[in-house]
């Protein structure tokens, strides 16, 4: 028999023993159906005392303290330049025309006149819209942390690099980071630093090192091996090799990583708000509190714009290939475009001292729409209302609510089970040994009830995100161009924090729920589009025309050869698209939740960091499992297909 | 036809002219295996040759060779027949798995990184395959890199690679980064770059493979008046027997890792040692790689006539030979001492390429 087959059979044996277990479960004895107390074990009391050891025993205190007395102090100096706070070196604050120059220079040198426009109107728009102070706090932020991040993310990738023992041992440690949820990173540190911009700038920097890491590791594998032997032959010593060949040839890779951790940076400094970090982040969670539409429109609008700034920054440098420059005799010739943002950068200073408006645009002074986007939205709102409100109680009263109760009936042990019999059948016994040992670490936690409701929301939610997600990204990758056209889309949502989409759910569901679904629902969908697309155009065309030849119409192709050879791809997909659903389950917390996310706010506001610990493990853990399960499953589509 | 042991006699003397000979590297039973454990892998081989493989890759086996000062080695052979390890082997890139190779006496395995650094710097270059050049270098960053790895300051070693480009019919790219320049140009980069610091020991893996024809005349003329300038030990991959024959002193012809032949050209194409050689050098027109010398016998009675020098090809003596009614033609070395005589029918055969 082959083992997929055996695999298969186990499978409905465990799943069968699962529907029995949940039919029956009035038989079941009660330490079945919820786990037990004596079973709970006390994770969050030992976690904390070996924090406080950490902290009190070993004196890393005073380590954490003269570390963030460095970021204090860089943080000082940004907040002077940028926004004239009265610190060391008392130059600021640079007026925003020059900052705007410097943008639109930087954008243009990078990639050319759109580039230059959109950056230089990002820093117009900001300051026109007198919103100067809020973006330069978040970006002073992103200014210190983001090159600590990628020295750090640098050092430690080059570590990894050189002994593979560390680079196992890393790896599963990278893996938990990335999917824990942004605020089990909050806790920690605002028992170590305490709460304000620098915990902000440092669990921003904690944050966004593993993707520096991994970009570092990649890069530094993918040299060729020649470039290496050209080196060593040209009797390079190994620092020569290090520091002149394999990191300058990785730089591609290695600055694919620094704008990995600039959007990570951004996203984390919007979400710091939490933890009191001033700025656009804050701004928008108080207007968000207060129901202010169209003032957390113009912030919202505003980290966009920032987003996909600095992100096309980033990338306009990583991707740019060497280009030989024009010998020219001169200094001036050669420096063209320096010589031109320095004129600027003094022409602006000049007009500034002459003109206060373009030093700062004082709040009286500024522009807004705020009222525009009110009273629209105010008409939308009530034109849909009828929609949205049946919308809202059809699926609270026919989806969320029975899905909800049904996720809370099932037995634990039952869906252990069932876990187990999914695992089995996708990956055989070790898989189902995964699948249980997460569960079951969130099973002894105490945390059953709470992550049945995260793991039902996310559920719901991808769900849904697939019907709308699936459909779209079929029908975009009919035509080249409608497809290039959506996948930029989805690239630039993808960039956005994901506070930001909270914004138009609130908008249109108010606070609920219904909300909390429709945003999970809009984050998750775009890397399920996204996917579909790039499964299904990439299936080699020989495939189609062999399927045209044999006289399929264009649904048996669709069906028969174009979704089976991407779902691999897709699959990848799906795979984000869970992961993506759990961060803004827990984001979404604080528009009212009852699972593992409101908890975490809790442990958040005591600075109970055990607890903290614990449920973001638990969120993690659910990511995983289904990690796990997908690239399995993936991987076995992939080797079925010759792939 | 004379029994092969009889023809070494003298041999190779209008070849090496006057030369003091020195070995420069010698290999003793070198073998490179690739794999998970190549020395067990070797260990298992010494007891029965025949050992599963197990994912090991046997590139270079049991190779023994000598390399003397000034020579010019080429090696051939078919496409993974292990001559790009080889090279490796010699230069230590790769570490080898078994047997000892020796650089000016030394046995290089021995070395410590930095006695293997500098062993480099000052007497190795190397030009590669892929080419192996630094991507976000200027080709004339590309060329002093070697220098600047020396430490020299940056106005000589600039100085210099500008020579090394014009040398190489480069200058005017200098600024360029190679990706904006062609296969053919990306390759005369490496070999600036390999020449840049005037190596005693050059390596090159298939230098010209990406040249076109004119331009691989004109650099194999550069390369070989640059050899006789600077007295070199060349060791040279080309799959190219004309470009072979042109360049080489002797040929090494290698076969799944091992050498199968190693000797003159003209011994190679007149006595093959294998199927395999004699396949290679089928296509060969022979009166070109034939010379007087290696069809020499010894003389059973006086010599008759004038004597025809021993580094003349059959081909520069067609004409002659044609003309020539002799039986057997005396021949003589570069110092006018006759050293045998020629069986002139042999020589014909060899211009009307009848099997000997
Ligand atoms: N780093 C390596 N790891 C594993 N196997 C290798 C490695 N380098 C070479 N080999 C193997 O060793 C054998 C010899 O390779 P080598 O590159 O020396 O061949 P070659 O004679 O130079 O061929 P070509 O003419 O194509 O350049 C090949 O079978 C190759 O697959
Ligand atoms: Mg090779």
């Known amino acids: ?643 | 036809m004379a029994h092969p042991a009889q023809r070494r006699v003298g041999l190779p003397v209008w070849n090496k002219g006057h030369r003091v000979r020195e070995t420069v590297i010698s290999c003793r039973n070198v073998s490179k295996i690739f794999g998970p454990d190549p020395v067990r892998h070797l260990a298992e081989l010494k007891v029965n040759p025949q050992a599963p493989l197990n994912g090991h890759v046997h590139a270079v086996r049991e190779v023994d060779l000598d390399i003397e000062r000034g020579e010019m080695l080429v090696v051939m052979g078919l496409s993974g027949s292990g001559k790009s390890t080889l090279v490796r082997c010699l230069s230590r890139l790769v570490e080898i798995t078994g047997g000892h190779v020796t650089v000016e006496g030394q046995d290089i395995a021995t070395l410590s990184d930095a006695g293997l650094i500098d062993l480099r710097r000052r007497k190795m270059g190397m030009v590669f395959q892929g080419f192996g050049l630094l991507p976000h270098r200027t080709v004339l960053d590309n060329v002093a890199f070697p220098l600047e790895m020396r430490g020299q300051d940056r106005k000589t070693r600039y100085a210099r690679a500008r020579d090394m480009l014009t040398l190489v019919g480069l200058t005017g790219r200098e600024g360029y980064f190679p990706r904006e320049l062609s296969g053919g140009q990306q390759q005369r980069v490496g070999i600036a770059r390999s020449l840049a610091v005037e190596p005693d020991i050059w390596f090159l893996d298939e230098p010209f493979s990406a040249l076109d024809p004119l331009i691989r005349r004109e650099m194999q003329d550069e390369f070989l008046r640059l050899k006789g300038l600077l007295n070199k030990t060349v060791i040279f991959i080309t799959h190219d027997f004309d470009e072979a024959l042109r360049l080489a002193d002797r040929i090494a012809i290698m076969k799944d890792g091992r050498i199968v032949q190693c000797d003159t050209p003209d011994r190679i194409v007149l006595h093959p040692a294998t199927d395999y050689v004699a396949r290679f050098t089928a296509e060969i027109d022979r009166a070109r790689v034939v010379r007087a010398g290696s069809l020499v016998r010894p003389l059973d009675e006086p010599p008759e006539g004038a004597a025809w020098a021993a580094t003349r090809t059959i081909r520069d003596l067609a004409r002659d030979l044609v003309a020539d009614s002799r039986k057997v033609i005396p021949v003589a070395d570069a110092a006018g001492a006759v050293i045998g005589g020629l069986n002139r029918q042999e020589a014909l055969d060899v211009l009307l390429g009848v099997a000997g």
Not at chain 1, 207 to 236: D, H, Q, W, Y
Not at chain 1, 245 to 254: G, K, L, M, Y
Not at chain 1, 411 to 427: D, E, N, Q, T
């Open chain 1, 1 to 643: 028999m082959p083992p997929s087959a055996h695999a298969g059979r186990v499978g409905q044996m465990l799943l069968a023993l699962a529907v029995c277990m949940a039919m029956g479960k009035a038989l079941l004895p009660p330490g079945l159906i919820r786990p037990p107390d004596w079973l709970i074990l006390p994770f969050a009391d030992w976690i904390n005392a070996a924090f406080f050891f950490l902290q009190n025993d070993l004196g890393l205190m005073a380590v954490t303290r003269a570390f963030s007395d460095v970021v204090d102090w860089l943080l000082s100096v940004t907040a002077n330049l940028l926004y004239g706070k009265s610190r060391w070196p008392n130059l600021g604050p640079i007026p925003w025309i020059v900052v705007a120059a410097t943008a639109f220079m930087a954008g243009y040198a990078l990639k050319g006149w759109r580039l230059a426009a959109l950056a230089g109107g990002t820093f117009v728009w900001i300051a026109l819209m007198g919103q100067w102070k809020w973006a330069m706090e978040t970006l002073s932020v992103i200014l210190v942390a983001a090159p600590f991040s990628v020295a750090l993310g640098l050092g430690t990738g080059v570590l990894a690099w050189r002994s593979p023992w560390f680079d196992r041992v890393l790896n599963p440690v990278l893996n938990i980071a990335q999917s824990l949820p942004h605020f089990a990173y909050m806790i920690p540190v605002v028992v170590f630093i305490g709460v304000g911009p620098k915990a902000g700038a440092i669990v921003t920097i904690i944050f966004s090192v593993p993707p520096m890491i991994r970009m570092t590791l990649l890069g530094l594998k993918m040299v060729p091996e020649e470039v290496i032997e050209a080196g060593k032959m040209s009797g390079a010593t190994r620092w020569q090799l290090l520091t002149r060949v394999r990191i300058p040839t990785a730089r591609s890779q290695i600055l694919i990583g620094v704008n990995q951790v600039i959007m990570q940076c951004l996203a984390m400094v919007v979400l710091a708000s939490f933890i009191g970090m001033p700025g656009l982040g804050q701004k928008l969670l108080q207007l968000l509190q207060s129901l202010k539409i169209g003032l957390s429109v113009e912030i919202g609008v505003t980290i966009v714009l920032l987003a996909v700034t600095l992100d096309r920054l980033s990338k306009a440098w990583a991707l740019r290939l060497p280009e030989h420059a024009e010998p020219s005799p001169h200094w001036l010739g050669r420096n063209r475009l320096l010589v031109i943002w320095l004129a600027l950068c003094v022409l602006g200073v000049v007009l500034a001292h002459f003109v206060p408006y373009f030093l700062e645009v004082e709040r009286k002074q500024a522009l807004s729409v705020a009222g525009p986007i009110d009273a629209l939205m105010d008409r939308f709102i009530r034109l849909i209302a009828p929609v949205t409100a049946w919308l809202r109680w059809f699926l609270i009263t026919w989806v969320l609510i029975p899905t909800r109760d049904a996720y809370l009936w099932m037995p634990f042990s039952a869906v252990l089970l069932l876990l187990a019999a999914v695992g089995w059948a996708i990956g055989g016994v070790r898989s189902a040994a995964v699948c249980v040992a997460y569960f079951g670490l969130i099973a002894l936690s105490g945390w059953w009830d709470r992550a049945m409701i995260t793991v039902y929301t996310v559920t719901v939610s991808v769900l849904i995100a697939a019907l709308i997600g699936l459909p779209l990204g079929i029908w975009a990758a009919r035509r080249p161009v409608r497809a290039e056209r959506v996948l930029l889309i989805c690239d630039t949502a993808q960039t956005f924090p994901s506070f930001i989409y909270l914004i138009p759910v609130i908008m249109l569901f108010g606070v609920s729920d219904v909300a909390v679904v429709a945003a999970v629902v809009v984050f998750a969908a775009v890397p399920i589009v996204r996917y579909t697309i790039e499964g299904l155009c990439s299936v080699p065309p020989e495939l189609i025309e062999a399927a045209d030849m044999s006289g399929a119409t264009r649904r048996q192709t669709l069906w028969h050869v174009r979704l089976p050879m991407a779902l691999p791809t897709m699959l990848v997909g799906a795979n984000q698209s869970v992961m993506f659903s759990l961060f803004m389950v827990i984001i979404a917390a604080f528009i009212g939740t009852q699972d593992l996310g409101q908890e975490m706010q809790r442990a958040l506001s005591t600075t109970d960091v055990g607890k903290g610990v614990v449920l973001g493990l638990a969120v993690a853990f659910m990511g995983l499992m289904t990690d796990h399960l997908i690239t399995r499953w993936s991987e076995a589509r992939k080797r079925a297909l010759g792939l």
